[in-house]
């Protein structure tokens, strides 16, 4: 699985920015596709999840308690890309952001070592 990860920027405090992330290869071999964040010093955090429903399950989200109500992550799967609409940002939300998919399940969807797959970091910039 290929991850290609783009629209990150230079961006002002309360503005918004969406960063597609666009799969290709085996696809049918994650169940999950997310974005997570790490800013300068400080560990790699998950921001938003996209879980692909099962026969018994639709899709599910998750997001960070710091992102709720200002994150939205969607699943485009005809264009097998993921987007996080990133609204209200804050200096805080400044850090290279990360696209990751893997087969994980929900007590390690958090942990980065649960994913095989990374695209490149993207950079965002919240300036005040």
């Known amino acids: 699985v290929q991850l290609q990860a783009s629209g990150g920027g230079l961006v002002q405090a309360g503005g918004s920015l969406r960063l597609p992330c666009a799969a290709s290869?085996?696809?049918?071999?994650?169940?999950?596709m997310g974005w997570f964040r790490q800013a300068p010093g400080k560990q790699r955090e998950l921001v938003a999840l996209?879980?692909?429903?099962?026969?018994?399950?639709?899709?599910?989200?998750a997001y960070a308690d710091s992102v709720k109500g200002r994150f939205t992550i969607s699943r485009d799967n005809a264009k097998n890309t993921v987007y996080l609409r990133m609204n209200s940002l804050k200096l805080e939300d400044t850090a290279v952001y990360y696209c990751?998919?893997?087969?994980?399940?929900?007590?390690?969807?958090?942990?980065?070592?649960?994913?095989?797959?990374w695209g490149q970091g993207t950079l965002v910039t919240v300036s005040s």
């Open positions: 290869g085996s696809i049918l071999r994650v169940n999950a």
């Open positions: 990751a998919a893997g087969r994980v399940i929900t007590s390690t969807s958090s942990t980065p070592g649960a994913y095989n797959y």
């Open positions: 996209h879980t692909t429903g099962t026969m018994l399950t639709d899709d599910s989200t």
